[in-house]
């Protein structure tokens, strides 16, 4: 009896860091990666036939094998072509297993030269995790998206908006206003227009998915601010990137070595629904 091919229904790429693989999400919405590229990383050669790579999983991580019934099974790419299925939630097992292995003595002489990509792969996954990672790089948190805004919406966001409380600190304006040369005054409630947009790029922009900004906008009065309508939770986050926005803003010699500084810490983390779900429900 032929065993079945399961069909991806997206794709797209992971980032282990300078490391690069594709990554899938079966029809069942079961998460992967293409196994070839798996065993490129882990040191085995597409020359290399058989079952090595099997064995090399069964000595340095044998529970990974244990009710992975998709592991090798052959899988259809949205190209059309076809190759086999390597599931998630082993990857974190396997490399850890390399690691420590190594830590110990215990890892083979051969298999020593893996330990960077297995660390680099450690990092990536403990930075944003292994379902958040896949799913931002297929395009699958979009799938997610209705349900997962709703949730958002009732996590971060309040029903009415409260009364005005000081959210941004004058050290905040003060780090802020040294960039351009300025003397803060106290005047926080209208600051200069470009302090303001630094607040929605590099405040907001990271802590809020644009769904929820424009959600927010929607419900305010043009006297509101963002703030008032963020709920406890919300409020945490602000507050944390407000602390390091002002870090950021102290150690910089100008706007231009600031947003420089800004952009290398978080370009990229304006964060997704999958993102931010994903987050919360591991904090809940």
């Given amino acids: ?42 040191g085995f050669k597409e020359r290399h036939r058989g079952d090595r ?19 090798g099974a052959t899988i259809l790419l949205p190209s ?27 890892l083979h002489k051969a298999r020593k030269g893996i330990v960077p990509n ?37 996590k971060l966001l309040r029903q009415d908006g409260a009364s005005w409380e000081r959210r941004f600190q004058p050290d905040y304006y003060r780090a802020l206003f040294r960039l351009f040369g300025w003397q803060y005054r106290g005047h926080d409630k209208n600051p200069p227009s470009v302090i303001g947009q630094i607040t929605q ?19 305010k009065q043009i006297s509101d601010k963002h703030h008032q309508w963020l709920t406890d939770v919300g409020l945490v986050r602000l507050e944390q990137q407000i602390h390091s926005v002002t870090a ?11 947003d420089r500084r800004c952009s290398a810490a978080f370009e990229g983390s304006a964060l997704q629904l999958g993102l931010i779900t994903e987050e919360l429900e591991e904090v809940a």
């Fill in 53 to 71: 790579f099997t064995r090399f999983l069964a000595e340095i991580s044998p529970n990974t094998l244990l009710d992975n019934d998709k592991l």
């Fill in 1 to 42: 009896m032929s065993k079945p091919i399961h069909t991806v229904s997206h794709y797209g790429v992971v980032q282990f860091g300078d490391l690069e693989c594709e990554a899938v999400v079966l029809l069942d919405g079961e998460r992967g990666y293409v196994r070839r590229q798996i065993t490129q990383l882990l």
């Fill in 80 to 106: 059309g072509r076809k190759t086999q299925f390597f599931p998630a939630g082993i990857i974190a097992d396997v490399t850890t297993s390399v690691v420590n292995a190594a830590i110990d003595g215990q």
């Fill in 118 to 154: 297995c660390l680099k792969i450690m990092n990536a996954l403990v930075t944003i995790g292994e379902v958040a990672l896949i799913d931002e790089a297929t395009g699958y948190q979009y799938h997610r998206a209705p349900d997962a805004l709703q949730d958002l919406i009732g």
């Fill in 201 to 219: 790029r590099w405040v907001y922009g990271p802590v809020l998915p644009a769904e929820l900004l424009d959600e927010i906008r929607h419900r």
């Fill in 248 to 258: 950021i803003a102290r150690c910089s010699s100008n706007y231009k070595d600031f």
